[in-house]
C-alpha cells in the first residue's frame, strides 16, 4: 500500500530554487518514497522571447542537469514524467524570471503486512478438483477428417 499526495511548486527570480527532501529512516514508509514529475509550466505572466530553464540537482547522484526549457510564445509546458526515488532533489530556474509551476505525485510506500496462512491452507487441491471438474463436463471437440477431393487436394470436413 502507498500514500500518494499531490507535489507543486512555483519558481521565480526572487525564489529560485526548491528543495524536496526524502523521509529517511522513517519507520511508517520503509519501503521507500519517490516524488514524480509530471509537468513544468511556464506561467502567462512570463516575459516573451525570454527562455526559462530549470535545472535539477540530485543528492544522491550528485547530477545537475536540465529538465525544462520554456519560451513564452513556443513552449509553454513540458511533460518530463520523470522519478526520483531515495533522493533529495533541488529544482532551480537557473535563468529567466518565471514563473515556472513544477507539480507531480509523491509517493510514500508502506510496508503491508499480509497473513499468508490463510491463503494457503488447501487451496490448491480445490483448484485441481476444479479443473478436472471443468474438463469433465466440456463437450468433447469434433475431430477433423482429412479427404482427398478430385484434384487430390486435402480437405477437412468435420466427423460427424
Known sequence: MSEESFYGVTLTAENNAV???????????????????R????????????????EV???????KIPIAVLKAG??????????FYETAVTFKL???????YIHGQNIKDEVEVVDMED??????DD??????????????KKKLKMENNADGKNVKNKKK
Open 19 to 37: 528543495s524536496w527532501d526524502v523521509l529517511s529512516n522513517d519507520e511508517d514508509y520503509p519501503r521507500g518514497q519517490k516524488l514524480i514529475i
Open 39 to 54: 509537468q513544468v509550466l511556464l506561467g502567462a505572466e512570463a516575459k516573451e522571447d525570454e527562455f526559462n530553464v530549470v
Open 57 to 63: 540537482h540530485t543528492v544522491k547522484d550528485n547530477l
Open 74 to 83: 513556443e513552449t509553454r509546458a513540458c511533460n518530463p514524467d520523470i522519478e
Open 94 to 100: 537557473i535563468k529567466g524570471n518565471g514563473p515556472v
Open 119 to 124: 491463503d494457503e491452507t488447501d487451496d490448491d
Open 127 to 140: 483448484g485441481e478438483e476444479e479443473e478436472d471438474e471443468a474438463h469433465a463436463q466440456a463437450p468433447p
